[in-house]
């Protein structure tokens, strides 16, 4: 067995991989760079699943890494009538939902121009049936226009963020806002994924 240790730093080497008959097994629960999830976002991404009330209220979830490089945490929260609120606040709100193209237009406008972020996203959509259907997708989001650092770190650190969210379809990587194409086109691409 041939052992080789990935030093990300000069101050801290973090996983051992161990090579066996072509197969690598990384040890250890966190991500390659050390961070880890939050339990904030795996109870909000359970709220974003399952609803609450019987209710799904949440259409999109931002993520980022918390300012001491430590954990992922949860940004903000959007409901399914545009409504941000803080990560602990939960409001089910009387005002009306907005249409789920208005929210995809509003998540791309709202993607921030020079720093990374993880996003879940509860896209809804109609299939070729005609019925509607949505899917969790996650997103990752590190534009060109950010620093080196941050697009190292958010790479490194998705699987720990992905391993705890259960129950993703979907996930797509993005540095430009003109990835993500329009809600037909997004949704098409769903349409034809498992």
Same mark, same amino acid.
């Given at each position: 067995m041939n052992c080789v240790r990935l030093t990300v730093s000069k101050k801290s080497s973090l996983a051992v991989v161990a090579k066996k008959a /072509?197969? @690598?097994?990384? =040890?250890? @629960?966190?991500? $390659? +760079?050390?961070v880890k999830a939050d339990q904030a976002c795996i109870e909000v991404f359970s709220k974003q699943? #399952?609803?609450?009330? /019987?209710?799904? =209220? %949440?259409?999109w979830v931002s993520y980022k890494i918390s300012d001491n490089g430590k954990l992922i945490e949860v940004e903000y929260i959007v409901t399914k009538s545009g409504r941000r609120l803080a990560p602990k606040e939960?409001? #089910?709100d009387d005002r009306e939902e907005m249409a789920p193209r208005e929210l995809w237009d509003m998540f791309r406008a709202r993607l921030p121009a020079n720093d990374c972020r993880y996003y879940t996203y509860d896209f809804s959509f109609i299939n070729e049936s005609g019925f509607q259907r949505e899917k969790l997708c996650f %997103?990752? =989001?590190?534009? *060109?226009?950010? *620093?080196i650092k941050s697009k190292m770190l958010?790479? +490194? +650190?998705? *699987? +720990? $963020?992905?391993?705890a969210l259960v129950g993703i379809s979907q996930e797509v990587q993005v540095s430009d806002v003109d990835e993500l194409e329009n809600y037909e086109q997004f949704g098409n691409k769903l349409m034809h994924t498992k």
């Open positions: /072509n197969k @690598q097994t990384i =040890w250890g @629960q966190m991500a $390659l +760079s050390g699943k #399952l609803g609450t009330k /019987n209710k799904k =209220w %949440i259409t939960e409001k #089910l %997103i990752t =989001w590190a534009p *060109d226009t950010a *620093d958010i790479a +490194s +650190s998705k *699987d +720990s $963020l992905k391993k």
